[in-house]
Nanobody, 126 residues
Framework: QVQLVESGGGSVQTGGSMRLSCTVS????????ITWFRQAPGKEREGVAA???????FTIASVKGRFSVSRGNDRYTAHLDMNNLQPEDTAMYFC????????????????????WGQGTQVTVSS
């Protein structure tokens, strides 16, 4: 069974930076799409950034220029680098895995994801 382990998260002041990491285990094929979602209290879950099986990437408009997604040392790890964090970025962040998505032009529909991480809290204080 594919499992995802997230690391990073915590508290930071406005304007600070943070890196989240997500590692896929129990999977050894080449197509690895990892997408980051977030959910703030009282709000719907929101896709934030994704990296596809072909290493294409996408970030939503509200974080473009501040957040970036990249591969780690191997294709089973992805990082979400977040810069100039704002209080509105405060949320629980989750990574999700798909073995089906190659090219990323948008956040893939939730039905494509086969495994989810446990979530990590990001809190940005003003």
């Amino acid at each position: 069974q594919v499992q995802l382990v997230e690391s990073g998260g915590g508290s930071v002041q406005t304007g600070g930076s943070m890196r989240l990491s997500c590692t896929v285990s129990n999977y050894r094929y080449s197509t690895v799409c990892i997408t980051w979602f977030r959910q703030a209290p009282g709000k719907e879950r929101e896709g934030v950034a994704a990296i596809g099986g072909d290493d294409s990437t996408f970030t939503i408009a509200s974080v473009k220029g501040r957040f970036s997604v990249s591969r780690g040392n191997d294709r089973y790890t992805a990082h979400l680098d977040m810069n100039n964090l704002q209080p509105e970025d405060t949320a629980m962040y989750f990574c999700a895995f798909s073995s089906q998505v190659l090219n990323i032009q948008n956040i893939p529909p939730v039905r494509f994801f086969e495994a989810w991480g446990q979530g990590t809290q990001v809190t940005v204080s003003s």
